[in-house]
Nanobody, 124 residues
Framework: VQLQASGGGLAHAGGSLRLSCAASGRSLSNWDMGWFRQVPGMEREFVAS????????RYADAVKGRFTISRSYAQSTVSLQMNSLKPEDTAVYYC??????????????????WGQGTLVTVSS
């Protein structure tokens, strides 16, 4: 599935941003979808995910209570609402997809399709 991420930018600490990920030409109903982030020199890390065909979600501890992942099957999009942003949230954010799986939703290596990444910068 081809993914297109958008919505990154600059925010002040405490502010909000909303990221969106659109899948082209395919329904996402049988796909697990997730958001991940990466800073230079570090591994890509899990942020949030939502299970295909379900409302089940998972969040990294670092973002729990501040970020919300949601999906629209009709529009084939997945969004990440980021509130109460912190400077440590600064990273390139990627949306990822994998065919619905029983494997833990947080397992970054099991996601097979990736968007191009969008930069989020949070100033203090």
């Amino acid at each position: 599935v081809q993914l297109q991420a958008s919505g990154g930018g600059l925010a002040h600490a405490g502010g909000s941003l909303r990221l969106s990920c659109a899948a082209s030409g395919r329904s996402l109903s049988n796909w697990d979808m997730g958001w991940f982030r990466q800073v230079p020199g570090m591994e890509r890390e899990f942020v949030a995910s939502v299970k295909g065909g379900s409302s089940a979600t998972r969040y990294a501890d670092a973002v729990k209570g501040r970020f919300t992942i949601s999906r629209s099957y009709a529009q084939s999009t997945v969004s990440l609402q980021m509130n109460s942003l912190k400077p440590e949230d600064t990273a390139v954010y990627y949306c990822g997809a994998r065919r619905r799986s029983v494997v833990d939703l947080t397992s970054t290596s099991t996601y097979t399709d990736w968007g191009q990444g969008t930069l989020v910068t949070v100033s203090s």
